[in-house]
C-alpha cells in the first residue's frame, strides 16, 4: 500500500508553523542567508563587465562593511536589551503568560533577525576580503549586496523605531493577546472539531475498542487528525477523541479510542502533548491570557480598574464578534468523517473569561456592574447559547458583592442591576 504524505505534509506544515515563532530560528535562518550570500559572491565572476570593476572596488566597499560590522553589533545588543526588559515589565503587569505572546512577535523578530543577519554578513564578508578570497569582479557583487543590506537596514530602523514607541505599554501587549485569541476563537468557529465529526466525548464508544494512550504528560497541543483519517480509512475503523487540544493529561492516559480493524499500533503519535498550552487551536487558553491581565490590574499591588474595564471590554468584543460573524456561512460538513472530537464548550469560554475578574473585582462596583452590563449583551450570542453560564456567572456577582463591597448604597445598586439582568436577588 502507498503511503499517503498528506498527513507527513500537514505535521511538517505544524511543526513548520511553530518553529516560525521561535525568535532563534528566524535569527539562525537570516544570519544562514547572510553567510551563504557572502560566501557565493564569487560564483558571479564571470557575469561582471569591465567598466563596474574600476569603479566598485575593495577599497569602496570595505569602509562600508566595517561601519556595518561595528554598528550592528551595538544595535544588536540594545535591541535585545529593549525587548528583554519590555517584556518583563509587561510580564509583570499582566500575566506572564502574555510573554509568550510577544516573544512571538513577528515584526520584532522579523527586525531583530535583520540586524543579526546584516552584523554577520559585514563580518564574514571582511575576513573573505582581508584572505583574499575575492576578485576584483567579486568586490562589485559583494557592493551590490552591501547596498541592498544598508537599504534593509535603514526600512528596518524605521520599523524599530515605530515599534519602540508601543512595546512597552500594555495596550500592545492586550493587543496582541486579543489578535491571537481571535484567530484562535475563528479557526474554531470555521473549522468547528478540527473538521471532525461531533460527539460527546464523555466515554468510550460501544463495541469492541482500543485506548489510545497520551504520548507524554502535559497539554495536547496538537491533533493530527488528517493522520488520524487516513489510520481510520486503511483499518476500516472509527477515532473517538476525548479532548480537543488544550486538555491536560498523563502518560499513559486514554485520549480516544480506536474501534473497528485492532490491527497496528494505537496512533498516539497523532497527538502532539507540551508541557505548556498553546494557543493556536485552544481558544479557551486565549481568553485566559486576556482574563489574567484584568486579574492583575484588580491586585491589591497595582489597583488599576481602568485596566480590567478595558480587558472585560475586549472579551465581550472577541465573543460577540465570533459570534457574529460578518458573512453568514453555514456550517460545514466535517472534512474527516472517522474522526470523531467533543465540541468547544462554550459555558466554558464564558465562564473562563468572566469567573476570575468577578472574584478580583469582587470589592469595586464600577467593574461589577461593568460585567453585568456585558454579561445581558452577550445574552444575544445565537452561535454560543450562553444563558446558563452567563446565569451562573451572574450568581456569582452577587455573591461575591456581598462579601467585597463595603457600602449598603453599592451592594443596592448591584442587587438593582442583577435584577434588571433577570436575576431575582
Not at 178 to 200: F, M
Not at 339 to 344: G, Q, R
Not at 381 to 388: G, I, N
Amino acid at each position: 500500500m502507498a503511503l499517503d504524505p498528506r498527513p507527513i505534509i500537514a505535521r511538517f506544515y505544524w511543526q513548520a508553523r511553530r518553529l516560525s515563532r521561535v525568535l532563534w530560528v528566524r535569527v539562525a535562518l537570516y544570519t544562514a542567508l547572510a553567510f551563504l550570500a557572502a560566501l557565493s559572491a564569487e560564483l558571479f565572476d564571470g557575469y561582471i563587465p569591465d567598466g563596474p570593476k574600476d569603479r566598485f572596488t575593495q577599497a569602496t566597499t570595505l569602509p562600508i562593511l566595517t561601519v556595518l560590522a561595528n554598528g550592528m553589533l551595538a544595535v544588536v545588543t540594545f535591541s535585545l536589551g529593549v525587548m528583554v526588559s519590555s517584556h518583563r515589565t509587561l510580564a509583570d503587569q499582566s500575566t506572564p503568560r502574555i510573554h509568550r505572546l510577544l516573544a512571538e512577535d513577528s515584526e520584532t523578530q522579523t527586525v531583530l533577525a535583520t540586524f543579526l543577519g546584516a552584523f554577520v554578513f559585514a563580518l564574514t564578508s571582511l575576513i573573505l576580503f582581508r584572505a583574499g578570497y575575492y576578485s576584483d569582479s567579486a568586490a562589485v557583487i559583494v557592493f551590490g549586496a552591501t547596498v541592498f543590506v544598508v537599504a534593509a537596514i535603514v526600512l528596518s530602523l524605521v520599523r524599530w523605531i515605530g515599534q519602540l514607541s508601543r512595546i512597552g505599554s500594555l495596550a500592545y501587549a492586550l493587543d496582541q493577546a486579543e489578535t491571537a485569541a481571535e484567530q484562535a476563537l475563528t479557526r474554531a468557529r470555521d473549522v468547528p472539531q478540527l473538521g471532525g465529526v461531533a460527539w460527546s466525548g464523555d466515554g468510550p464508544p460501544d463495541g469492541p475498542h482500543v485506548d489510545i494512550p497520551a504520548p507524554g504528560s502535559g497539554y495536547v497541543a496538537h491533533i493530527d487528525i488528517e493522520e488520524l483519517q487516513s489510520l481510520a480509512k486503511d483499518r476500516d475503523a472509527r477515532i473517538y477523541v476525548r479532548h480537543l487540544p488544550g486538555a491536560r493529561v498523563l502518560r499513559g492516559q486514554s485520549v480516544g479510542w480506536i474501534t473497528g480493524d485492532q490491527g497496528g499500533d494505537a496512533p498516539s503519535r497523532c497527538f502532539v502533548v507540551s508541557e505548556n498550552r498553546t494557543i493556536q487551536d485552544d481558544p479557551t487558553y486565549a481568553l485566559a491570557i486576556l482574563r489574567e491581565a484584568a486579574s492583575k490590574a484588580l491586585s491589591p499591588g497595582i489597583n488599576d480598574q481602568g485596566t480590567a474595564v478595558e480587558v472585560i471590554a475586549r472579551l465581550e468584543r472577541l465573543l460577540w464578534n465570533w459570534s457574529h460573524p460578518e458573512t453568514d456561512q453555514p456550517t460545514p460538513d466535517p472534512a474527516f468523517d472517522r474522526v470523531y472530537l467533543p465540541p468547544l464548550d462554550t459555558d466554558a469560554l464564558i465562564i473562563q473569561a468572566f469567573r476570575a475578574i468577578v472574584r478580583d473585582g469582587a470589592g469595586n462596583a464600577e467593574v461589577l456592574l461593568t460585567m453585568i452590563s456585558v454579561l445581558c449583551r452577550l445574552r444575544a450570542c445565537t452561535t454560543l447559547h450562553p444563558e446558563a453560564a452567563i446565569d451562573e456567572v451572574l450568581r456569582d456577582i452577587w455573591d461575591h458583592a456581598q462579601q467585597g463591597l463595603t457600602t449598603e448604597r453599592e451592594i443596592a445598586r448591584i442587587r438593582a442591576a442583577l435584577n434588571d439582568a433577570g436575576l431575582d436577588v
